[in-house]
């Protein structure tokens, strides 16, 4: 990648932190990574822990917010940026059905501050290259039983959340028909690994199981999500980044679809084989009233990326898992000092106070 200033948005999130340390240890990277964050609640600098360290004049975070734009465009300048990879966002849908605003907010307002200022840098002459902007398969709303989300499947955004996203791919889509700015959209599918916040499906309910608590499934338990591993995810980034073609869009995902319910069995089956307990896991399993405009199914069609650019997923939703599993129980500190706030306070007293 000929980029030597890689600003990363939403670094100390779950994709962000596992972008960065796969950026970081790629032979075909030299420049140098600046991680914007604001430090929401999803955002933990323990996800980074002792890069800066490692890599001291190769990686540097700032706490900032994309929504405050004069602070966005003194980052450009003052790190003369020539390529951004857009990760920052408000991303849990729960979230965004109880508090919208700040989906709004920081996914639409501050997708475009992060656009004006590196439409600036670019048209000052500079060697400014790439807007990749990460996205989600949402965007593209619900599937019946067959088929799957093309690049060309038409919109339609179910939540707030998707509804921002989708704005949010518009606003980069103009951009690069009006001003030429250099983009790249990638829209993914679920991701999983390590390092995601006990919010989401497969991190909460790993964490339920080993506490003995509640397995919440939303409904019927049928909704289908099409699961990639997080480094999978990372990698097809990577890819775009380098050879994909500017003004695209490419889709990723897993080839794995699988129903909510099947994913919380599989997960108190391995489990109950690493780590057993008195009584079998899945009795744990407790359907819950169901998701607003809960999307019924997701599945992805990459024949795109994987045509143009090589790229296939190496984990299988069984691998995958059982290393996620692995790693949830040997990072039992991380996610307790998550739990529990601890880490809230820590944060605070180490980076000031929290977005
Ligand atoms: P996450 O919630 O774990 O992390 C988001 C990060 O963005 C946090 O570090 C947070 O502090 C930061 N952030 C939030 N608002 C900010 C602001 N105003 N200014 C600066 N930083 C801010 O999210 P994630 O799951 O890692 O998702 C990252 C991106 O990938 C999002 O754009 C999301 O829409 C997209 N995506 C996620 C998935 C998935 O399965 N998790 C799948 C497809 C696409
Ligand atoms: O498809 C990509 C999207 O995947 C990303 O854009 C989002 O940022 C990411 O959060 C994720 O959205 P989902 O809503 O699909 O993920 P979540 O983990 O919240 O839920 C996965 C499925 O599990 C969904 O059908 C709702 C269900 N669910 C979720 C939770 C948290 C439950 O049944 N019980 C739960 O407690």
Redesign the pocket.
């Known amino acids: 990648m000929k980029s030597e200033n890689l600003l990363v948005t939403g670094g100390c999130g779950f994709i962000g932190s596992n972008f960065i340390r796969c950026m970081l240890a790629d032979a075909g990277f030299q420049g140098r990574i600046i991680n914007l964050d604001s430090l929401t609640y999803a955002g933990n600098p323990e996800n980074l822990q002792g890069l800066a360290e490692e890599y001291a004049d190769r990686y540097v975070f700032e706490k900032a917010d994309i929504c405050d734009a004069s602070a966005i465009q003194e980052i450009f300048s003052r790190y003369r940026v020539d390529s951004v990879c857009h990760f920052a966002a408000e ?4 979230r965004s059905i109880k508090r919208p605003e700040t989906f709004i907010q920081t996914n639409i307002a501050g997708t475009f501050n992060l656009l004006e200022a590196a439409r600036g840098t670019a048209s000052q002459g500079s060697t400014f290259h790439l807007f990749h902007h990460i996205s ?3 965007v593209y709303g619900s599937l019946g039983p067959e088929g799957c989300f093309t690049e060309e499947t038409p919109y339609r955004p179910n939540s707030p ?1 998707s509804a921002s ?1 989708a704005s949010s791919d518009h606003l980069v889509r103009a951009y690069h028909e009006t001003y030429g700015l250099p983009t790249t959209i990638s829209n ?4 999983y690994g390590p390092y995601q916040f006990p ?4 991190p ?1 309910v790993i964490l339920n199981a080993l506490e003995g608590k509640a397995l ?3 409904g019927d ?1 049928k ?1 289908v ?1 099409d699961w990639l591993y997080v480094t999978d995810h990372c990698e097809a980034i990577v890819e775009i980044m380098r050879r994909g073609t500017r003004g695209e869009t490419y889709n990723i995902g897993g080839h794995a679809e699988m129903e ?1 319910i099947s994913i919380v069995g599989m997960i108190c089956d391995l489990l109950d084989e690493i780590a057993p307990a008195k009584a079998p896991r899945r009795n744990l399993i407790t359907f819950v009233k169901d ?1 607003p405009g ?2 019924r199914r ?1 599945a992805i069609d990459f024949t795109k990326l994987n045509r143009e650019l090589g790229w296939t997923p190496k984990e299988s939703f069984a691998t995958g898992l059982r290393k996620t599993v692995l790693w949830y129980i040997e990072n039992r500190g991380w996610s307790e000092r998550i739990r529990s706030g601890a880490y809230q306070n820590w944060i605070q007293e180490n980076y000031g106070k929290r977005s």
């Open positions: 991303s849990h849908v729960d989600t398969d949402e959340y996203k993914c599918s679920n991701n919010e989401k499906l497969i909460l919440p499934v939303y338990g909704n999500r909510n998701r809960h999307d997701y």
